[in-house]
T-cell receptor, first 112, second 113 residues
Framework: AQSVTQLGSHVSVSEGALVLLRCNYS??????LFWYVQYPNQGLQLLLK??????LVKGINGFEAEFKKSETSFHLTKPSAHMSDAAEYFC??????????FGTGTRLTVIP | EAQVTQNPRYLITVTGKKLTVTCSQN?????MSWYRQDPGLGLRQIYY???????DKGDVPEGYKVSRKEKRNFPLILESPSPNQTSLYFC????????????FGSGTQLSVL
């Protein structure tokens, strides 16, 4: 069975500070892992994904995530937060095809 | 432009009045899915479809129906809506296979009074 845990439903950072959003998953097989972002009044957009190969994945808008199998984690980071990064972020896992299971989301606030 | 189109964007209805939320994609995607989003619960899958005439239940299918008669369309049907179905609904589609990017519609905010 798959599940996704996102630690912290709200995270606040200062503009220019490091962004770290945590995601842990449980899966019985090597999973596909995703981060999606949702801006106000919009649908979700893909930030990045891990399928196979390199465990450090780079996405759009300067975000990256590292797949750590031993820790069953896929944390999202960005070295320097920008005001435009304020949004809700969802981690998701799929064991097969595109049947994604989402975490409960983390709302990121960026303080000027 | 590649897109997933949902209609309507907003819908207010009363308990028991049947409604349909339409979803259409123009990317020839095999896979389509419906999610509902509720505060503190994230997105939960209602139904999904791997191809025409192939549908299956997600995590929260009770009170919903779907059909996939054509590849591009995947309507969500609430035969007898209840207040606990008040939610934000998203349709999504992707190519077949694993690890593919999901394309989301803009959402339908449903209120059942």
């Amino acid at each position: 069975a798959q599940s996704v845990t996102q630690l912290g439903s709200h995270v606040s950072v200062s503009e220019g500070a490091l962004v770290l959003l945590r995601c842990n998953y449980s899966s019985s097989v090597p999973p596909y892992l995703f981060w999606y972002v949702q801006y106000p009044n919009q649908g979700l957009q893909l930030l990045l994904k891990y399928t196979t190969g390199a465990t450090l994945v780079k996405g759009i808008n300067g975000f990256e995530a590292e797949f750590k199998k031993s820790e069953t984690s896929f944390h999202l980071t960005k070295p320097s937060a920008h005001m435009s990064d304020a949004a809700e972020y969802f981690c998701a896992v799929a064991e097969w095809a595109n049947n994604l299971f989402f975490g409960t989301g983390t709302r990121l606030t960026v303080i000027p | 432009e590649a897109q997933v189109t949902q209609n309507p964007r907003y819908l207010i209805t009363v308990t028991g009045k049947k409604l349909t939320v339409t979803c259409s994609q123009n990317m020839n995607h095999e896979y389509m899915s419906w999610y509902r989003q509720d505060p503190g619960l994230g997105l939960r899958q209602i139904y999904y479809s791997m191809n025409v005439e192939v549908t299956d239940k997600g995590d929260v299918p009770e009170g919903y129906k779907v059909s996939r008669k054509e590849k591009r369309n995947f309507p969500l049907i609430l035969e007898s809506p209840s207040p606990n179905q008040t939610s934000l609904y998203f349709c999504a589609s992707s190519r077949g296979g694993g690890g593919e990017k999901l394309f989301f519609g803009s959402g339908t905010q449903l209120s059942v009074l």
